[in-house]
Structures are given as C-alpha cells and as structure tokens.
C-alpha cells in the first residue's frame, strides 16, 4: 500500500472500524458461549444443582434468540444491495485508448489499475467499489427488493478493483494531458482500496448503509416490518459507532492518493484544476438555462456534452478573463479516446435527464432533440405553450380586453397588459370567483406535492437574463399585487394542476435500471418557482409569440442563457426589465416604447400552443 502517511493513518483507522464489527460480534456470541459453559458443565457432573438447572434453561433459550438475531442481521449486512452511483458504463471495446491511458497512468503510480470505467453526467471523477455480489446483474425477478442479492449470487462475477467513474464533462471539454493529470490522484487510489484491512472496513460500512435502506423501504408486512425495525436500529447503532474512524480512514486514503499522485503530472495538474472549475461553471449553465426547458417540453438534448464545448467557447468569446482557454481547442480533445463518443454522449444526456429531471427512459412524449432543433421544437413550443396557459388563465378570471367588452380576433398581447396595467380596484374583475379557488389550500397543496413528485421542483428559469428569462436578482424581491398577484396565482394553482395530472411514463427496460425509479430524480436542480417568476415567465412568453407572429423574430438558443428572442439576428437583450415593470409596477409605458420600437404589433392575434 506504500509507505504515505496517510496510508498508515487509514489503516489505523480501517483497523478500528473492524474492532466495532469484532465488539458486536462478540456480544452476540457472549450468551452462546455462557450457554455452551452451562451444558458443558452439567454433562460433566461440575455444575449440578437447581440454580444450575434454572440458569442452563434461562441462558439457553436467550442464546439461541441473540444468536438467531445476530444472523439474520449479519445476513442482511453482508447481503443487502449497497447504492450504487447511476453511470454510464464504458466497455473496453468501446474505448481501448481511455483504457490504455488510464492502465499506463496506473503502472506509473505502481498501483492496481481499475477493473473498469464508466462515466456519470456531473463534474467529478472517483473510484467506486462495486465488488459486492449484487452488483453483478440480478435477475429480472430480484429487482423488487435490495434483500434480493440474498439468493442466486453464487454465478456472480467478483471485480477484483474498484471501478473508475470519470465525469462525461471532463471528456469533452479537456484535453487528453489534461485529463490524465486529473484522473492521477483517483487512480491513486486503487493502492489503498486493495489493502486487505480498509477494503473489510469498507465492505463493513457500505453493508451497514445497505442494511439501514433495506430497513427503511416500505410495501412489506407487519412482521416483516419489525423484522426489519429491529435489524435497522442495529445497523443504525453500528454506523453510529464507526462513523468517524470510517470518515477518517476516507480522508487517508486520499491522502495518501494524492501524494502518491505529486510524481507524475503535477505541474500540468495545477493548470488542469482550472479547467474542472470552468467545466463545472459551464455544465451547471447548461443544465439550468438550457437542458431544463427542453426537459419540461419533454425532450431531452441528446449532446449536452458537446453543448458544454459551446458554451464554454462562447463564455471564452465574451469573458476577457477566459480568452485563453479558447486557444487550448486546437489540442486532442479526450473525447477522442472514445471510439463513438455520440453514442457515449447521447447515454450521458439521457442519464442526465433522468438523474436531475426524472423523466422517463422512454415513451411516446419523452424523445431526443438536437441542437439545431431546439429552437422550433423546444424554444418556439415553450413560449406558445406558456402563452396559451396565460390565456386560459384569463379567460377562467373572466378578464376582457378592455373596458367594453370587445373581444379580438384572436388572443393577443393587448389583453394581457391592459390587465396588468389596470389600477387595483378596476383588475379586480372577475377577481373575486378566482379568489375563491385559490384560497382552498388543498388544491395548491396537492398540486405542489405532485408537482415535486415528478421532478418539476426544478425552474426552468434561473433568473435567466435575455429575451425568455429573469435577471438574477436578491430573494428578497416583493411578491406582485393588485391585478399582476391574482393572475400570478392562478397561474401557479393551474402550473401545479397540470403538472399534477400529467402522468407518468414508466421506464422501458425497469430490469436494467440500477436505482430506484421512485426516487427520480435524484438531483432536483433549482427550487420551485415563485409566482412573481412564473408570471413573469409567462408575459415575456406572450410578448415573444407576438414578436414572432407580428414582427419576423424568431427562437434562438443562446448557449450561457438558454431561450432568447431574436430580433433581425440580434437578441432582445433589453426586453426583461420591460417585462417587470409591468409585472411589479403595472407601468406598461417602457414595455409599449419597445414594442413600438421593434416593430411590433400588442393588437394582432398571435398563434398559441
């Protein structure tokens, strides 16, 4: 394992942790090992005697119980499922360049090599042990329950080293020294993951984990519930006990990786950690800007990774700060140590989707989109979606056009600032039978719940700047009032129906899915939007469908800020503080000199969704 000193810390503390498991086995076979001495005793002649007698058939039956106990929890230790992290799995066949790199970059740590690789869609890189039997594929009928690695494990194959996972990320946007020079205190890692000692403790911890979840799932009998009540507090009470010397033999062991890794590629190391935090910028923009409103229209893009490039060459393009990067573009990227880096980029995005979104594996509203449709099939269906929604609303409040009551040909941008614009008194028409809807709690509620159930927790609008979005600003932001607050919501009680309603598409293949499909998505990206930022959303919505259908603009996607209108060519930078004036303020005045401006008529019907 090498002479680091945090090797040897990890091993003292990989040795403690095994004393916790030594002491609990040890009290579970205190009482059979006072049984044996009392049995011994009386066939021997040496303890006789009624107290004898009494204490044989009291400690008996009580050994046997503690004994019993004690195995099935020992059972369930060694047998439950421990979780494993949602990848993207890599096959040799299909990379034998990142193989070649990664095995040579282990021979020069003189450390075993991983058994495997596989990618995952966020900015970090770790080793995995996946060397538990129930981490090989279980049968279909197993899948049910993480107890069922209990039966059939025997044909299981065994990997002998723990498994490299590599962001997908990193792939693509870093170049193949780059990545190497990352990756080399995680391979480091293998040392210490093989030394007999800290590999038991670790199968000890991650047996314990596995047995509490086994414990905590539900859908089971009365018995097997207490069954399972009493096996979890034990496992609780085991963790308890070696929670930290297990977080500090962890620490150890990367410390140990980590100076073990200063030998090869440090400098070039130093110049790569800048790369993982601009990688990580970028990715995160492009989930939340980006990835997330195709995920609510229900397409997924089938090449965020490649979109990460996009987005960090544009950043390097406006952002004097990261004009160098831009230069490094012309160096081997390490996606090309991937024979089909499409294929392995499509998987990711899916895995994406379901991991921060939780849409389905497949289903007939569930489908790819590439980047040259995002505009028409996500942007355009977006914004008309969300301009029909606004209408219903209107109409369900029973707000006109104006005054008289002189409905358009069709819905236009008119009606919905006219509204906005109103004095409080006079937008309260057809306020008070919304009011009353929306003052029952259950129904907001129920469509709150659900709308968290399904992953929408997410906002598609990070307090996006440009043409479709919210500038970022301070949480503390008053909430609208007067006419702008009773649309707002209504909005969100008829958001939260809708989302409440829709119903899930189960996964295609559920017997190849390493998770829990219940508890998609796993990694809710933003909290729920507010009613201020749904309404606003939704006015610049309408205001970018009559762009549209009045004026020639048309839907772009703008890699750091998502969705965005485009005005002959250029985006409407400037529409957003227009749009909350008249959401915050009812002041339609600066909102009505852009229109003028850019040639666009509130008046005229405009096409909805």
Same mark, same amino acid.
């Not at 409040?397 to 009551?405: C, D, Q, R, V, Y």
């Not at 959401?583 to 850019?598: H, M």
């Given at each position: 394992?090498?002479?680091?000193?945090?090797?040897?810390?990890?091993?003292?503390?990989?040795?403690?942790?095994?004393?916790?498991?030594?002491?609990?086995?040890?009290?579970?076979?205190?009482?059979?090992?006072?049984?044996?001495?009392?049995?011994?005793?009386?066939?021997?002649?040496?303890?006789?005697?009624?107290?004898?007698? /009494?204490?044989?058939?009291?400690?008996?039956? /009580?050994?046997?119980?503690?004994? *019993?106990?004690?195995?099935?929890?020992?059972?369930?230790?060694?047998?439950?499922?421990?979780?494993?992290?949602? &990848?993207?799995?890599?096959?040799?066949?299909?990379?034998?360049? *990142?193989?070649?790199?990664?095995?040579?970059?282990?021979?020069?740590?003189?450390?075993?090599?991983?058994?495997?690789?596989?990618?995952?869609?966020?900015?970090?890189?770790?080793?995995?042990?996946?060397?538990?039997?129930?981490?090989?594929?279980?049968?279909?009928?197993?899948?049910?329950?993480?107890?069922?690695?209990?039966?059939?494990? +025997?044909?299981?194959? &065994?990997?002998?080293?723990?498994?490299?996972?590599?962001?997908?990320?990193?792939?693509?946007?870093?170049? /193949?020294?780059?990545?190497?020079?990352?990756?080399?205190?995680?391979?480091?890692?293998?040392?210490?993951?093989? +030394?007999?000692?800290?590999?038991?403790?670790?199968?000890?911890?991650?047996?314990?984990?596995?047995?509490?979840?086994?414990?905590?799932?539900?859908?089971?009998?009365?018995?097997?519930?207490?069954?399972?009540?009493?096996?979890?507090?034990?496992?609780?009470?085991?963790?308890?006990?070696?929670?930290?010397?297990?977080?500090?033999?962890?620490?150890?062991?990367?410390?140990?990786?980590?100076?073990?890794?200063?030998?090869?590629?440090?400098?070039?190391?130093?110049?790569?950690?800048?790369?993982?935090?601009?990688?990580?910028?970028?990715?995160?923009?492009?989930?939340?800007?980006?990835?997330?409103?195709?995920?609510?229209?229900?397409?997924?893009?089938?090449?965020?990774?490649?979109?990460?490039?996009?987005?960090?060459?544009?950043?390097?393009?406006?952002?004097?700060?990261?004009?160098?990067?831009?230069?490094?573009?012309?160096?081997?990227?390490?996606?090309?140590?991937?024979?089909?880096?499409?294929?392995?980029?499509?998987?990711?995005?899916?895995?994406?989707?379901?991991?921060? +979104?939780?849409? %389905?594996?497949?289903?007939?509203?569930?489908?790819?989109?590439?980047?040259?449709?995002? %505009?028409?099939?996500?942007?355009?269906?977006?914004?008309?979606?969300?301009?029909?929604?606004?209408?219903?609303?209107?109409?369900?409040?029973?707000?006109?056009?104006?005054?008289?009551?002189? %409905?358009?040909?069709?819905?236009?941008?008119?009606?919905?600032?006219?509204?906005?614009?109103?004095? +409080?008194?006079?937008?309260?028409?057809?306020?008070?039978?919304?009011?009353?809807?929306?003052?029952?709690?259950?129904?907001?509620?129920?469509?709150?719940?659900?709308?968290?159930?399904?992953?929408?927790?997410?906002?598609?609008?990070?307090?996006?700047?440009?043409?479709?979005?919210?500038?970022?600003?301070?949480?503390?932001?008053?909430?609208?009032?007067?006419?702008?607050?009773?649309?707002?919501?209504?909005?969100?009680?008829?958001?939260?129906?809708?989302?409440?309603?829709?119903?899930?598409?189960?996964?295609?293949?559920?017997?190849?899915?390493?998770?829990?499909?219940? &508890?998609?998505?796993?990694?809710?990206?933003?909290?729920?939007?507010?009613?201020?930022?749904?309404?606003?959303?939704?006015?610049?919505?309408?205001?970018?469908?009559?762009?549209?259908?009045?004026?020639?603009?048309?839907?772009?996607?703008?890699?750091?800020?998502?969705?965005?209108?485009?005005?002959?060519?250029?985006?409407?930078?400037?529409? &957003?503080?227009?749009?909350?004036?008249?959401?915050?303020?009812?002041? %339609?005045?600066?909102?009505?000199?852009?229109?003028?401006?850019?040639?666009?008529?509130?008046?005229?019907?405009?096409?909805?969704?």
């Amino acid at each position: 394992m090498g002479v680091e000193a945090g090797a040897q810390a990890a091993r003292s503390r990989a040795l403690a942790v095994l004393r916790v498991r030594s002491r609990a086995q040890a009290v579970a076979l205190l009482p059979a090992a006072l049984a044996v001495i009392l049995l011994a005793g009386g066939f021997t002649g040496h303890l006789v005697g009624s107290f004898w007698h /009494v204490a044989r058939w009291a400690v008996t039956p /009580v050994a046997v119980v503690v004994l *019993l106990a004690a195995g099935a929890v020992a059972l369930v230790i060694a047998r439950a499922r421990p979780a494993v992290t949602p &990848t993207v799995p890599v096959a040799e066949e299909s990379a034998p360049d *990142l193989y070649r790199m990664v095995r040579d970059l282990a021979d020069r740590l003189d450390v075993p090599a991983p058994s495997a690789i596989a990618l995952t869609p966020d900015c970090d890189s770790w080793l995995e042990d996946r060397t538990h039997s129930a981490h090989g594929p279980p049968p279909a009928d197993d899948r049910a329950d993480e107890i069922a690695g209990v039966r059939a494990s +025997h044909h299981r194959r &065994t990997p002998a080293a723990p498994v490299l996972v590599i962001g997908s990320p990193f792939l693509w946007w870093m170049r /193949v020294g780059e990545l190497r020079a990352v990756l080399a205190p995680v391979v480091a890692g293998t040392g210490p993951s093989a +030394h007999p000692d800290i590999a038991a403790a670790r199968r000890f911890v991650r047996g314990l984990d596995a047995a509490v979840a086994v414990a905590s799932s539900s859908g089971r009998c009365p018995g097997t519930r207490l069954v399972c009540a009493g096996i979890g507090a034990v496992a609780r009470f085991l963790l308890r006990g070696c929670r930290e010397h297990a977080a500090l033999m962890e620490r150890g062991v990367a410390a140990a990786a980590a100076e073990r890794a200063q030998a090869v590629d440090y400098g070039l190391r130093i110049v790569a950690q800048e790369q993982v935090g601009l990688a990580y910028a970028g990715w995160d923009r492009l989930l939340t800007r980006v990835a997330l409103p195709a995920w609510r229209m229900g397409r997924w893009p089938s090449r965020l990774d490649a979109g990460v490039v996009a987005a960090l060459t544009e950043l390097s393009r406006r952002d004097r700060l990261a004009e160098g990067f831009a230069s490094r573009l012309g160096e081997r990227p390490a996606c090309d140590l991937l024979e089909e880096p499409g294929a392995v980029d499509e998987a990711a995005s899916l895995l994406a989707a379901r991991l921060f +979104h939780g849409g %389905p594996e497949a289903g007939p509203d569930w489908s790819p989109v590439d980047w040259q449709e995002y %505009p028409d099939e996500v942007v355009d269906r977006k914004w008309r979606t969300d301009a029909a929604r606004l209408h219903r609303v209107l109409d369900t409040l029973g707000i006109t056009t104006g005054p008289a009551p002189s %409905p358009p040909e069709g819905p236009n941008l008119a009606r919905v600032m006219d509204h906005l614009s109103m004095p +409080h008194g006079l937008g309260a028409t057809g306020g008070e039978e919304a009011r009353a809807p929306l003052s029952h709690g259950p129904v907001v509620t129920d469509g709150e719940e659900a709308l968290a159930a399904q992953g929408a927790a997410a906002a598609d609008l990070e307090r996006r700047s440009g043409a479709d979005g919210i500038d970022e600003e301070d949480e503390g932001e008053p909430e609208p009032d007067g006419p702008a607050a009773t649309l707002a919501a209504a909005l969100t009680t008829q958001l939260s129906r809708e989302e409440a309603t829709a119903a899930p598409v189960g996964p295609a293949t559920p017997e190849a899915v390493p998770w829990d499909e219940a &508890t998609l998505p796993l990694f809710p990206l933003q909290p729920p939007r507010s009613a201020r930022e749904l309404l606003t959303e939704h006015v610049t919505a309408m205001v970018c469908c009559a762009a549209m259908d009045t004026a020639g603009a048309t839907p772009g996607l703008d890699w750091l800020d998502g969705p965005t209108l485009l005005l002959n060519g250029e985006r409407a930078t400037d529409l &957003t503080p227009r749009v909350l004036s008249l959401v915050e303020d009812g002041d %339609p005045a600066p909102l009505r000199a852009w229109l003028r401006e850019s040639g666009i008529r509130p008046e005229k019907p405009v096409r909805l969704g």
